[in-house]
């Protein structure tokens, strides 16, 4: 089973991402011990000249688990067909138990990774590091939960058995079952409704506040980030709830990984792909902004965090006209006027 | 104008052939000064003048200009330093082949985005200034010695930089040629340029223009003038 394309290029991106940080954590420690800009010793300048490789290493590396998430997903989908009882992403994750904590831990480390490599961004774009101490303390914060996620990946292919008979995803997002996606699932339409919009809406508004105002309003940033996360968690609720109900033109059917399939017209990627995008990018605002005033960043923060902040105000709109276009397309009667 | 404080500087480091091309330079370059390096081959001229160019690393110490450490800078603002504020002129003059007189002399200008016309014109103005302007549509292979060398100058100063480099910048040239050359030196000490030059040749370490010599061996400096 682990010889499937996606399969392997998926445990080589996580093997290269652990490599890299198993390499790059004794530098880290490195830095974080002995960092003194105002040095010219030796060891100072061969911190300086090496910073900026790991720095382009470990972006390289988490660059790939950002992409990496997409081609999960996608070889889950494409896998559905080899095991019995699985008709879509969700029958191969539910195979073995480590399906849905890897997709899990894939996501976290996704938004993690965006909010390191938006402050890695501005501390590189600085003339005199001024983050160098705190990125690499944060990176060794966060290589506990990129190797757990390597590792649970591997489980997971590991276990993959053809002979296994998995379940569904009526099975999963069935209404009445004692699990968070099946309580998102039972949300009524109308209230789902309001809190998808609403959610995405505020977001956007506060994005719109952020850049209009040059990226310097720091409570707007916060808000942004607080507002993205929740805007997220919303609108995979809204999923759940009415949007999957819509594609299918099914009263019943919640799953959000059947709108990935072909059948669907894979409409699924163009509303995750800029709802992750912009969640991420909203995340990153937030990330960034607690090193707005240090000196050598109050003329690199703003513009960078302008830009996020554009990033995600357009994908939640994006979002957000996707999830319309295909209401409006579709010929289920969910609420009555 | 530049200091350089504790310059250490190691090629091949940790190797059997280590060698430590400078050992422990301190040194204050003024600026609106035309200063020299003199020393004999393997002193460590040229590794120093890459130094104070941002062209190589110091293994240990520190370069200020102006103030501001360029020596830790990462590499995308030491390009932007280079570009702006160094003008350099090479021993060999390293000009590209094929390629004409003024384009050549524009080829440094082409990243900073200025328009053109623009670049064309100031290039013509440096050739008519070094006497070279009939050469302008020439390849540089077909230029004699001394004209590849005002067109490598008028390249180093495309971009207006306030400090101009140069690494024995008379070693091609006979006795007349060298002379024509602290001419163009002299007019452009008197423009308010910083000059920094290596040289172990008596005309140049010798001449009026040139305001302070340093000398060097093994690494070392050896005394101040």
Redesign the interface.
């Known amino acids: 089973m682990l010889f499937q394309p996606a399969i392997i290029a998926l445990l080589l991106a996580s093997a290269l991402c652990v490599l890299a940080l198993s390499a790059s954590a004794p530098f880290a420690l490195d830095v974080i011990r002995r960092w003194d800009i105002r040095s010219g010793s030796e060891r100072q300048l061969q911190l300086e000249r090496r910073t900026y490789l790991f720095s382009t290493l470990l972006t390289f590396v988490l660059a790939l688990q950002l992409a990496a998430v997409l081609l999960f997903v996608f070889n889950a989908e494409k896998m559905s067909g080899m095991f019995v009882g699985a008709m879509c992403a969700v029958g191969t994750l539910n195979v073995n138990s480590f399906g849905f904590p890897a997709l899990n831990a894939k996501i976290a480390v996704f938004f993690l990774a965006a909010m390191w490599l938006a402050i890695n961004h501005v501390d590189s774009r600085a003339r005199d590091y001024p983050l160098v101490r705190i990125k690499y303390a944060l990176l060794l914060l966060l290589t506990p939960l990129l190797l757990a996620s390597a590792w649970t990946e591997l489980q997971y292919f590991l276990g993959l058995k053809t002979d296994v008979i998995t379940s569904c995803c009526g099975s999963l997002f069935s209404e009445g079952r004692p699990t968070l996606a099946a309580e998102a699932s039972s949300l009524p339409p109308l209230p789902a409704m309001w809190l998808f919009y609403g959610s995405l809406g505020a977001a956007i508004a506060l994005a719109a506040v952020h850049g209009y105002g040059g990226g310097k309003q720091r409570w707007a940033a916060y808000g942004l980030a607080g507002a993205s996360a929740a805007a997220f968690a919303a609108t995979i609720a809204g999923i759940l709830s009415f949007v999957s109900l819509y594609v299918y033109e099914h009263p019943n059917h919640h799953c959000p990984f059947c709108i990935l399939k072909p059948e669907y017209g894979y409409q699924g990627y163009w509303l995750y792909v800029p709802l992750f995008g912009a969640t991420a990018a909203g995340l990153a605002v937030g990330a960034i902004q607690p090193f707005a005033r240090i000196a050598g960043l109050r003329d690199i923060v703003p513009g960078f965090s302008r830009r996020l902040a554009a990033i995600a105000a357009n994908g939640f709109a994006l979002t957000a006209a996707i999830a319309t276009a295909m209401i409006w397309q579709s010929r289920l009667i969910l609420l009555e006027h | 104008m530049i200091e350089l404080?504790?310059i250490?500087k190691a090629f091949n480091q940790g190797r059997h052939n280590e060698y430590w091309a400078l050992d422990g330079i301190d040194l204050s370059i003024e600026a609106n000064k035309v200063t020299a390096l003199r020393g004999p081959s393997g002193s460590g001229k040229t590794t120093l003048l890459t130094i104070v160019g941002c062209l190589a690393?110091?293994?240990?110490?520190?370069v200020r200009l102006e103030g501001?450490?360029i020596?830790?800078?990462?590499?995308r603002?030491l390009t932007e330093i280079r570009r702006k504020r160094f003008g350099f002129i090479f021993q060999q003059f390293n000009l590209i082949k094929g390629l004409s007189a003024l384009d050549n002399i524009i080829l440094p200008a082409y990243p900073t985005g200025r328009p053109r016309r623009e670049l064309l014109d100031r290039a013509e103005e440096l050739l008519a200034g070094l006497k070279l302007g009939h050469r302008r549509n020439a390849k540089v292979e077909w230029l004699s010695g001394g004209e590849q060398q005002r067109v490598a100058i008028c390249r180093a100063l495309i971009n207006d930089p306030e400090l101009v480099i140069a690494d024995e910048p008379t070693a091609n040239l006979d006795t007349h040629l060298a002379g024509e050359f602290m001419g163009i030196l002299e007019s452009l000490a008197g423009q308010g340029r910083t000059i920094l030059l290596t040289s172990h040749d008596p005309l140049v370490v010798e001449s009026d223009v040139v305001q302070r010599v340093i000398d060097m061996r093994d690494g070392k400096l050896i005394c101040h003038e």
Do not use: I, K, Q, Y
């Open positions: 404080s504790g250490r690393r110091p293994t240990e110490g520190r501001e450490d020596s830790g800078l990462p590499e603002f």
